[in-house]
Structure formats: structure tokens, C-alpha cells
């Protein structure tokens, strides 16, 4: 028998009827706040994600599904959204254009990291991506609008923000920063000590034990942002505290993504074991520009769905559509022109094998089929038919022309 790979997992029967009510209750409010459907390539050029998130993550470091394609390409299966959005923004010229531009997409993502719980190879994003809005504001409406969705799917966080600063305040940060770690270089793990020069911030995100109490003295951006990034930090705080979104500043945040500048957010969830961020996201006000577009502030985040799969508190299942059956066998075929004419609106189960009034109740009921429509015997004589609304239990006996 051949399985699927390690990390990746079938999504079947009630899984996928919870993997797209998730999509469906997303995508209808990202609607409403103005975001379009984009789809944009699974593969992409290796160089696309190397320049955007950044040659120094463990993304691009060691999870990418890398290969060279029979051209002698040197593509990738595509590790998150945002990166191949961007890259379609500049594709199409909107970067050109004066108007706002906002998406939404969901698809499969692929990192080839050690699967566990909540960590897979293939797992699947929602996400949004807003461009050509520089203010502050719009980091809030999309605060806002993840916690509509989680809201509306019955999913409790906690979220956590914090602000990464521009090309002022960062680079003098940064420096800051090494030095403090040069100093402690010795206590931290060597995981620590190899991004000390590839990437100092992202040393502020190591799990370990040890590091994690060694940085608790470290310097923080957060009380060293330009007065730009600082007031819009105190303004979107302002904000979340007036719309009563409850939230952490989490100095250490970083993301492991490096297109990051200003407000960073993860929205995490201690329901689910030790993988817990169930959304992440923040502003990326430079990546159109690293990617040949014109300058373009952006900001957008994508949820994990398998994450929060089971997380999510489905509406109870309605019955829906009508179930059709025959109790003798001449009747069967009668029932073929019937239920094309109704599935023009509605759903039609036919059963093909005559069967008994009983056997038939059971079927309609395993479909949850709001109405159960039979032809015995005398039906077929009478060109009736017995139809039941197994909501209200009402029985009719109904002429097959007025049906
Ligand atoms: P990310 O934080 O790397 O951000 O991923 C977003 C979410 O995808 C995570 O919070 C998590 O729920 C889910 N996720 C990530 N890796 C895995 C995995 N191996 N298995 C299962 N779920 C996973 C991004 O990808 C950015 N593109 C978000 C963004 C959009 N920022 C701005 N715009």
C-alpha cells in the first residue's frame, strides 16, 4: 500500500467539511473588508523566496522543497503566500497603479521540517495581503479582522504584537544588540551563536531554556523605535485597548520571516500543544521594492488551517436537499427525470436499488436529506408520489407533475 509522505496528510470526509467551512467563513469576511481572490503559482524560482524571506531563515536555510526542474531551473514549492503574491503584485505593474490593492488566498504551503503535532510538510494557509496603505490604521483593521474570523469560527487567542522598527531604528538596534550577545556569546547554544552573525534578532525567538533567560536583559527595540515607529505603535495599542482586543507586547517576538518592519503579531492558542501560533502576520513596508516594484507600504497575515481544524465550532449540520428511492424496480427509472429537474435547485440523492420503506428512511436519514421522496407500487400506478419533510415529520401524497 502506498501512503502519503511523512507530514503530509488526506484530507477526507468530515475533516474537509471543517477545512472549508474555515475557507468559506474566512474568505466571506476578508470579502467584506475589501479583499479580492488572488491564486498565484505552487512553484516558483528558488530567487523569489531567497530575496524575500531571506536567505538567513530556516526557511530558505533548510525547509524548502528545492529542486532543479527538467529546464535546469532552480525552482521551489512555495514555503508561505506572501512572497509569490508580492511577486504577482509587481508581475501585473499594480505597483504602478494609484488605487489600494487588497487579496485574499488559501493553498497548500510546503516546509520540509520535522513533522509533529501542528507541524506538518504540507499544510494549508488563508492569508491577506493589503498594499499601498502606510497607515498604522490598516494594521489595526487587520488585527481586527482575524479576530472577526476566529470569533465567528469560535476559536479563543491570545495575541501577541510588537513592533520591528524601520531602517532608522533597526540598524542601530541590531548593533546594539551584537554586542550584547557577543558578551554572553559563550552561555548561549550554538544555534544562537551562528545567527549572532547571520541574523542577531532572530536570537531573540531561540526556545531554549538557557538563551530564553539570558535575554531577558537584552536591549529592546521596543524602548528603542524612531518616533515614527513609536507613535504608531502607541497609536495601534490605543486602538486594540478601545476596540477591547486584548493583547500581550511580546518584545521578543520577531517572526521568522525577515520581510518584516514595524508591527509584528502572532495570534496563538494554548488549546493546542507546543506548536500554538494559529495566524501570524505584520507589515512589510520594503518587500515590493526588494522585489524590482515601485515602493509600496503592505501588510497582511495568514492563518495555519489545520492548526485550528480542530479547534473550530461547527453550526450543527442542517438537513439539506431531498433523497429519492423506489420501492419496486419499475419504479426506479421514473425517478431520473425527477431528480434532473430538481437538482436545477436543489440537492438530489437517488438511491438505484429498490429497497424497503425502512431501508429507504435509514438512507435519507445518512445523507441528512431534509425530504424523503418514494415510489411504490401504487404511486407508480397513481403518477403520485409520498414525499416527507423529515424536519417537521410532515406526509404528503403529492401528484408527480406538481412535484
Ligand atoms: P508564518 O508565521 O510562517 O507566516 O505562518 C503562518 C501560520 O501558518 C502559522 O501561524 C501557523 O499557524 C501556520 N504554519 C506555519 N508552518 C506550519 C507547519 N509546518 N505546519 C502547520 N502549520 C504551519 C507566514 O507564512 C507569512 N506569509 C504570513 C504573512 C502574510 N505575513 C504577512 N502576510
Request: aromatic share 10%; glycine share 8%.
Amino acid at each position: 500500500m502506498i501512503n502519503p509522505l511523512r507530514g503530509m496528510k488526506d484530507l477526507t470526509f468530515e475533516e474537509s467539511q471543517r477545512f472549508r467551512y474555515i475557507i468559506d467563513t474566512a474568505s466571506t469576511i476578508a470579502k467584506r473588508y475589501g479583499y479580492g481572490y488572488i491564486e498565484t503559482p505552487i512553484l516558483e524560482e528558488t530567487a523569489l523566496f531567497k530575496r524575500s524571506v531571506g536567505e538567513s531563515s530556516d526557511i530558505v536555510g533548510k525547509e524548502m522543497y528545492q529542486f532543479e526542474d527538467k529546464g535546469g531551473n532552480d525552482v521551489c514549492m512555495r514555503p508561505e503566500g506572501t512572497a509569490g503574491i508580492v511577486r504577482a503584485f509587481v508581475s501585473a505593474k499594480l505597483d504602478r497603479q494609484p488605487v489600494k490593492q487588497k487579496f485574499y488566498y488559501y493553498g497548500p504551503m510546503f516546509r520540509y521540517e520535522r513533522p509533529q503535532k501542528g507541524r506538518l510538510r504540507e499544510f494549508h494557509q488563508f492569508g491577506c495581503e493589503s498594499f499601498g496603505e502606510a497607515s498604522v490604521y490598516e494594521d489595526f483593521t487587520i488585527i481586527s479582522m482575524i479576530k472577526q474570523i476566529f470569533d465567528e469560527l469560535g476559536i479563543g487567542f491570545e495575541l501577541l504584537i510588537n513592533s520591528l522598527g524601520c531602517p532608522t531604528c533597526m540598524p542601530p538596534y541590531r548593533e546594539n544588540l551584537i554586542s550584547f550577545l557577543t558578551n554572553i556569546k559563550e552561555e548561549l547554544c550554538s544555534d544562537c551563536n551562528r545567527r549572532i552573525e547571520t541574523n542577531p534578532i532572530r536570537v531573540l525567538d531561540c526556545k531554549n531554556k538557557t538563551c530564553q533567560s539570558l535575554l531577558t536583559e537584552s536591549p529592546k527595540l521596543i524602548e528603542n523605535l524612531c518616533e515614527a515607529c513609536d507613535s504608531d505603535f502607541k497609536k495601534l495599542t490605543a486602538m486594540l485597548d478601545r476596540a477591547e482586543i486584548s493583547y500581550t507586547v511580546d518584545t521578543n517576538l520577531v517572526r521568522g520571516l525577515d520581510y518584516y518592519s514595524k508591527t509584528a503579531f502572532e495570534f496563538v492558542s494554548n488549546e493546542i500543544g507546543s506548536q500554538s501560533a494559529i495566524a501570524g502576520g505584520g507589515r512589510y513596508d520594503r518587500l515590493v521594492e526588494f522585489l524590482d516594484g515601485k515602493p509600496t507600504p503592505a501588510v497582511g497575515f495568514a492563518i495555519g488551517i489545520e492548526r485550528i481544524m480542530e479547534l473550530v465550532k461547527m453550526p450543527e449540520l442542517k438537513r439539506e436537499g431531498i433523497y429519492m428511492g423506489a420501492m419496486t424496480p419499475e419504479a426506479v427509472e421514473s425517478l431520473f427525470t425527477l431528480a434532473a429537474q430538481k437538482r436545477k435547485e436543489d440537492k438530489v440523492t437517488v438511491e438505484y436499488s429498490s429497497k424497503g420503506f425502512k431501508s429507504h428512511m435509514k438512507g435519507a436519514d445518512k445523507v441528512n436529506a431534509r425530504y424523503a421522496v418514494l415510489i411504490g407500487e401504487d404511486e407508480l400506478a397513481n403518477h403520485t408520489l409520498w414525499v416527507k419533510d423529515l424536519e417537521s415529520k410532515e406526509e404528503s401524497t403529492v401528484a408527480l407533475d406538481d412535484y
